[in-house]
Nanobody, 127 residues
Framework: QVQLVESGGGSVQAGGSLRLSCAAP????????MGWFRKPPGKAREGVAAIDSDGRTKYADSVKGRFTISQDNAKNTLYLQMNSLKPEDTAMYYCAADSLDGGCYSFPLLAVQYNYWGQGTQVTVSS
């Protein structure tokens, strides 16, 4: 069973920064993709950023140039550095993971391609 635990959410003013972490103890896929998704209030879940075991990254247009996804393989931890935050970034943020053998290789920002999810961490950006 894959366990994903997010942390680092909080409240920040517009223009501020936060760094989200996703710990994945015991995650053992040799080839994988991992992603960050978010669900704004009253809206559908959307893909934010993804990275695979080869280091390829993919970002939603709305966060390009502001958010950076990275990973520390030694710590089995995924990160999302969020800069220049905007009120529209307010959402519950989720970490997701799956084997690269699945559909996440072709569609890294599509939530249905991921089978493993964390519980989420809330990010609130005030104007």
């Amino acid at each position: 069973q894959v366990q994903l635990v997010e942390s680092g959410g909080g409240s920040v003013q517009a223009g501020g920064s936060l760094r989200l972490s996703c710990a994945a103890p015991g995650y053992s896929y040799r080839t994988y993709c991992m992603g960050w998704f978010r669900k704004p209030p009253g809206k559908a879940r959307e893909g934010v950023a993804a990275i695979d075991s080869d280091g390829r990254t993919k970002y939603a247009d709305s966060v390009k140039g502001r958010f950076t996804i990275s990973q520390d393989n030694a710590k089995n931890t995924l990160y999302l550095q969020m800069n220049s935050l905007k009120p529209e970034d307010t959402a519950m943020y989720y970490c997701a993971a799956d084997s690269l053998d699945g559909g996440c290789y072709s569609f890294p920002l599509l939530a249905v391609q991921y089978n493993y999810w964390g519980q989420g961490t809330q990010v609130t950006v005030s104007s």
